[in-house]
């Protein structure tokens, strides 16, 4: 399995950033995908993650501001980032599973080298 996070740069808060993760290796329509993050010194969290369906789910912290899409055409999940924060500031990693409760739980034994977020104030 390989997933490919790209799209991460600096921004000024207030700004918009948009995420993509390539995913090859698995059949893609069968899986939920998850965006999650990991700033300094902290743990990594789920930001947000779509079903097969395309159905939604996000982090508190970002609901309202970040929103995530799949191109199931194109093995494709995006992120779409606005009114950026400084506290958004992390690498951001994506991460796939047949089940939902795995992505919610991220806990995957393996992780690409993910993209950098960084928000300015």
């Known amino acids: 399995v390989q997933l490919q996070a790209s799209g991460g740069g600096w921004v000024q808060a207030g700004g918009s950033l948009r995420l993509s993760c390539a995913a090859s290796?698995?059949?893609?329509?069968?899986?939920?995908m998850g965006w999650y993050r990991q700033a300094p010194g902290k743990e990594r969290e789920l930001v947000a993650a779509i079903t097969t369906g395309g159905s939604p789910n996000y982090a508190d912290s970002v609901k309202g501001r970040f929103t995530i899409s799949r191109d199931n055409a194109k093995n494709t999940v995006y992120l779409q980032m606005d009114w950026l924060k400084p506290e958004d500031t992390a690498v951001y990693y994506c991460?796939?599973?047949?089940?939902?409760?795995?992505?919610?739980?991220?806990?995957?034994?393996?992780w690409g080298p993910g993209t950098l977020v960084t928000v300015s104030s």
């Open positions: 991460n796939a599973d047949r089940r939902w409760r795995a992505v919610l739980a991220g806990a995957f034994d393996s």
């Open positions: 290796g698995i059949i893609f329509r069968n899986n939920v």
